[in-house]
């Protein structure tokens, strides 16, 4: 059975959990922080050299970062198809996990170190709320791109599973969907109402 390193409020790890939700793949979950020993592992260290989850061992595969390893879940597992099978299509995709990642989502994960990592006296309420701010601003982006559209690229795919944890993760940050991006609120609901979206938040 596949292995998947994890840990519960990891929103990368989720990505992780949501394809194999949504292609109904078995696997083994092994919580980092319960067991803090597994990251000295051998069998840890050759999935993730760089010692951050997500990280899988599916037979003699062993690799790491979320994107990566949604796509090598997408090739072996094809049912249901969760990238183009057209290059161009598919390279959209890819080209816009990767500045999503360097933006949006970026500011989420700086915000989760600011709001729930740090004590609360080393918390910078200026720091916050320029993110905040920052975080508007990428959600707005994503809100014209899904006008007419139920999905970020049509169907549901790789690029929307790249951002559904994050989402999910701003209530408890101090921020949220604007309820004027309306179809960024219709795109939560749907993502939602998808099992994937509950099967994945544990």
Known sequence: MMKLYCFPRSGNSR????????KNIPFEPIDIHANPAVKETPEFKKA????????IIDGDVY??????INQYLDKKYPDPCLMPRDE???EAIRRFVAGI?????LNVGLLVIECLLKP????????K?????????GLKELDR?????????????LADVAITPHMAALPILGSGIPPELKNMTAWFKRIQARPSFKLSAS
């Open 63 to 68: 690799l790491s970062e979320a994107f990566l």
């Open 145 to 157: 791109m899904l006008e007419g559209k139920e999905y970020l690229f049509g169907d549901f795919s």
């Open 88 to 90: 161009n299509k598919a």
């Open 120 to 127: 609360k006296p080393e918390q910078r309420e200026d720091f």
């Open 129 to 137: 709320e320029k993110k905040r701010a920052e975080v508007v601003e």
């Open 101 to 105: 990642d360097k933006k949006l989502v």
């Open 15 to 22: 990505e992780v959990k949501i394809v194999l939700a949504e």
């Open 48 to 55: 993730s050299p760089q010692a951050k989850v997500p990280a």
